[in-house]
């Protein structure tokens, strides 16, 4: 059974009377007096500061009984519960860690011991495959921090990074085909697919996920080719046309 000694966020045991202030006191001092930190989840400010930690700590509660304490602190706040075994304080602080990294509104989870929570720091591998079926490296040792709801385990960063770099990757072919075919771009030069290789570091150590999408290559019609040269001459026109009313417009760039 869980006592919810303080918090700053949900209503604690002498918030409804279950407990008196004097006692919870008293807990809390044995916490700090007698406690061992066991397992602890923390994010870090850019000089290495802890901004965020969740931890699981094993005291002398009053009376000479052992408990076990969970708390959660950050910059607003702060949260200690106290369990009677140590079974359930691990179940609920790894609960508590899970949750916080799908949510975006949680810290960095910088370090942490719980199996499958992907840490803060991403390095990454992009690479492009060309219509000869040739891959190629776009982005070698990349970094990203993305947002925690983003990066839930390593795998779900893999996911995200891919989607970003295959954003539009059909409209992006179709403009290189048309831009080959009236001669103002390479042959070749469409994307057939797309990888990206997160490397990150989970509780296990490090941990690498490799995701990849297929695009197929555009091949325009004579209709499509036409109006985009249609189109490549109404823009020149029109250029042509604001250099006639504005002859000096460049000059005052």
Request: charged content about 30%; hydrophobic content about 35%.
């Amino acid at each position: 059974m869980a006592v919810l000694l303080s918090s700053t966020l949900n209503a604690s045991a002498v918030d409804d009377g279950t407990m008196s202030q004097e006692r919870a006191d008293e807990f809390l001092e044995a916490i700090a007096s007698t406690g061992t930190e066991v397992r602890s989840s923390y994010s870090q400010d850019g000089h290495g500061n802890r901004e965020a930690e969740a931890k699981v700590t094993g005291f002398t509660a009053p009376g000479g009984v052992e408990m076990w304490a969970v708390t959660y602190e950050d910059n607003e706040v702060a949260e200690t519960a106290v369990h009677e075994s140590r079974e359930d304080a691990e179940q609920s602080y790894e609960s508590q860690v899970r949750d916080l990294a799908a949510c975006g509104e949680s810290p960095w989870w910088d370090v942490s011991d719980v199996p499958g929570i992907a840490l803060a720091a991403i390095e990454y591998t992009e690479e492009v495959r060309d219509e000869d079926g040739r891959w190629h490296t776009v982005t070698e040792d990349g970094t990203d921090r993305l947002s925690a709801g983003e990066m839930a385990k390593v795998g779900d960063a893999a996911a995200v990074l891919l989607e970003r770099a295959a954003l539009d990757q059909d409209d992006r072919n179709e403009l290189s085909a048309l831009q080959a075919a009236v001669g103002i771009g390479p042959e070749g030069a469409q994307v057939t697919g797309r990888r990206v290789t997160v490397r990150g570091t989970a509780a296990t150590g490090p941990v690498a996920h490799v995701m990849a999408a297929a695009f197929e290559p555009v091949r325009p019609t004579e209709a499509q080719v036409d109006a985009y040269r249609e189109l490549l001459q109404r823009v020149e026109e029109e250029y042509e046309r604001e250099n006639d009313l504005y002859p000096y417009a460049s000059d005052l760039d």
